[in-house]
Each structure stands twice: as C-alpha cells, then as structure tokens.
C-alpha cells in the first residue's frame, strides 16, 4: 500500500508541474496582448497631453522645461472658484498649505489712529492740553497722597510701610516737577510778551537758544536754593553724583 501512495503522490506532483507550465506561457501571451493595448492607451495620453498643452503660455512651457518639468500643472483659475451661493465656502485645493494664522470671520477692519499725528483729531496744542488736565495735578494726586498718609499711620508691616513711604515720594516728585513746569512756563509766556512789546516798538525780534535757556534756569534754581538755605545740599549731591559718573573710568587692580 505504501508503494501505491508514493506513485499517486509523484503523479500528482507531475500533473500540477504541467499546470504552471501552461500557466506561465499563458501569462506571455497575455503580455504581449497587454502591450500592443497599452501602446495604443499611450498615444491617446499624448493627445490628450497635446491638447492640455495647446491653451499653455509659451513662457510658462519654456519655465517648466528649464526646471526639467515634463507635466505643467494647471491649477484652477479665479472664474473656476466661483462660489454657488454666497453662503457656501469656496472650494480650494487641498494641495495648497493652509496659513497658521487665518480670518476665520469676515470683520471689518480696525483702524488705529494716534491722536497726535492725524488731522482728523485736530492740531496739538500744549497749552489746552495742559489746562484740561489740570486737574490731576490739583485735584487727584493731593488727595492719593493724603489718603496714603492715612493708610501709613495705620500700617504695621514694615514691607507695606516701605511701598507706601516709596509711593508718597513719587508723586512728592510728580507735583514737584509739575510746579516747576508750570513755573517755567509762566517765565516763557511772560518773556514772549515782553518781546512782542519791544517788536511793536521797532526792536529787532531776539529768540533765545536752547542753552541760554538751560543757564538761565540752573542760575534761576541756584538763587531760590540759596535763599532757602538748601544750596550746599544741592551741591554735595551733585558733587556725588558727578563722583559716581566719573568712578567709571578709573581702572582697577588686577
């Protein structure tokens, strides 16, 4: 029995052998039939390609062969964008990398205006805007002021006593400086005047430079501190500071 079975199992073997022979000289002639088919599929690709190229700009088809671009894509014009109804969003290609950052609604746009250099906020004037602001000056910071003296004397934590001591100082130096604006001013104006009465009276017109200005208001400052009896204050703290300055250019030892 044993010799029975190995004859059938080898005729078997034989008989799908066979098989794959027939099957593979199938698959060539299946091939070849393949390639006249496909022969004849490629010449109708190049008209077709011919066609699409016919309607192509010169230049953009000499671009395309310089870059060594054998198709020349034809993305989809504005008139093919069209939308079918103006609710609907246009369809674009999702070839096309998206921007990070979009408008995702159509708002209108804002327009920043800088009140100082547009016509349309009208001409700066120093003077007007100085007066109606005034009231900062007289009115608000007195009153911070005196209500930070009230919360000072209740406080007990030296790191509020220390905030608080260091925000009097600060606006002690903003009404200071205001008050000495203010009195600048009032020399400036009164000064022009003077001028303008000695132009009506045929005297040629005299503009002071801007460094006259500055001596004569550091000799101006120097007289008041004097009759006050706080000039050598001012001067031993000038003297330090000019001190400070020059210490950076003296060389240390290495």
């Given amino acids: 029995m044993s010799g029975e079975e190995d004859d059938e199992a080898l005729a078997a073997s034989a008989s799908e052998e066979e098989e794959e022979e027939e099957d593979q000289v199938a698959g060539d002639r299946g091939d070849e039939g393949d390639g006249s088919l496909s022969g004849s599929e490629g010449s109708e690709e190049e008209e077709m390609l011919r066609c699409a190229v016919a309607d ?5 088809l000499q671009k395309a062969k310089a870059e060594g671009h054998s198709k020349i894509a034809r993305g989809k ?5 069209k939308r079918l109804n103006k609710n609907r969003p246009m369809e674009i290609s999702s070839k096309k990398p998206v921007g990070r950052f979009r408008d995702v609604m159509q708002t209108s746009k804002r327009v ?13 004037d120093e003077s007007r805007f ?42 002690e130096r903003q009404l200071q400086s205001e008050r000495d604006r203010r009195k600048h001013a009032e020399k400036a104006a009164e000064q022009k005047r003077m001028e303008r009465e000695l132009v009506k009276q ?18 101006e400052k120097y007289k008041e501190l004097k009759t ?3 000039l050598e204050n001012f001067l031993a703290k000038r003297r330090q500071k000019n001190a ?5 250019y003296v060389p240390y030892r290495r």
């Fill in 56 to 60: 192509v700009p010169f230049e953009l």
């Fill in 77 to 81: 014009t504005k008139a093919d964008l």
């Fill in 112 to 124: 920043i205006r800088d009140p100082r250099f547009e016509s349309l906020c009208g001409d700066y």
């Fill in 130 to 171: 100085k007066k109606a602001y005034n009231f900062i000056y007289d009115e608000q910071l007195p009153a911070e002021r005196q209500e930070l003296f009230k919360s000072l004397k209740k406080a007990k934590d030296p790191e509020l006593i220390s905030e608080k001591k260091n925000e009097i100082s600060l606006m």
């Fill in 202 to 219: 045929g005297k040629k017109p005299f503009y002071m430079k801007k460094s006259d200005k500055r001596r004569a208001a550091l000799i």
């Fill in 228 to 230: 006050c009896g706080k």
């Fill in 244 to 248: 400070a300055k020059d210490h950076r």
